[in-house]
């Protein structure tokens, strides 16, 4: 089976309610933000991304919030589903540097029947 | 995966041993990244490439080495197969917008 996410803080959530996952970033100057959806065995899949001139953004269920004051990122998911249940993590790319996207460890998102 | 392949999808194989795994992308995008995603690690950069036959080191590149000959295809090698490459690789490309998709990835097992 799948290793990664193995230690991961675990969200669990009632299908069909609303699910917030959390990320804290480290750099005061990134200036693109990212959030990645990954599913057991598959690569990670982009979901939403905001630029840091913006505080949200909305996409179909999901809506990314930006508060740059505390460098906190968060991805609400409207009416969870089962097919959302995976790992989420943030990225952050600090301007300027083509190599470095900055990625979180990652939250297991647990659906509840 | 936007247009991107990987192989082999799984492989096993011995300490010692020489190893390549390919990136393929039909998005004809300039950029293009090998990660390794690990427990407690998450996706961590091994090299990437800026362009053909441009590339660069990634944060944990030692005892592996890329090439880029043509804008699709990006090689990663690992010369001499040790167990702490044991991991699952992924490939990313960029887009205009700063945004890398990944790959479905590979997972390789070195006994």
């Known amino acids: 089976g799948e290793s990664v996410g193995l230690h991961l803080p675990t969200l669990s959530v009632q299908e069909g309610d609303n699910s917030i996952i959390n990320c804290a970033y480290s750099?005061?100057?990134?200036?693109?933000f990212i959030w990645y959806k990954q599913e057991s065995g598959k690569g990670p899949q982009f979901i939403i991304d905001?630029?840091?001139?913006?505080d949200k953004r909305q996409g179909q269920r999901v809506t990314v919030l930006l508060n740059k004051t505390v460098k906190h990122l968060s991805l609400q998911i409207a009416a969870t589903q089962p097919g959302d249940s995976a790992v989420y993590f943030c990225?952050?790319?600090?301007?300027?540097?083509?190599?470095?996207?900055?990625f979180g460890k990652g939250t297991r998102l647990h659906i509840l029947p | 995966d936007a247009g991107i392949t990987q192989s082999p999808r799984h492989k096993v194989t011995e300490t010692g041993t020489p190893v390549t795994l390919r990136c393929h992308q039909t998005?004809?995008?300039?950029?293009m990244y090998w990660y390794r995603q690990d427990p407690g690690h998450g996706l961590r950069l091994i090299h990437y490439?800026?362009?053909?036959?441009?590339?660069d080191k990634g944060e944990v590149s030692d005892g592996y080495s890329v090439s880029r000959s043509k804008t699709e295809d990006f090689l990663l090698t690992l010369e001499s197969a040790t167990s702490s490459q044991t991991s699952v690789y992924f490939c990313?490309?960029?887009?205009?917008?700063?945004?890398?998709?990944f790959g479905p990835g590979t997972r390789l097992t070195v006994l």
């Open positions: 750099n005061s100057a990134s200036d693109y």
């Open positions: 990225a952050e790319k600090p301007p300027n540097r083509d190599d470095k996207i900055i």
């Open positions: 905001i630029r840091s001139n913006m």
């Open positions: 990313a490309i960029r887009d205009y917008t700063d945004t890398q998709y």
């Open positions: 998005e004809n995008h300039r950029y």
């Open positions: 490439s800026y362009g053909v036959k441009d590339t």
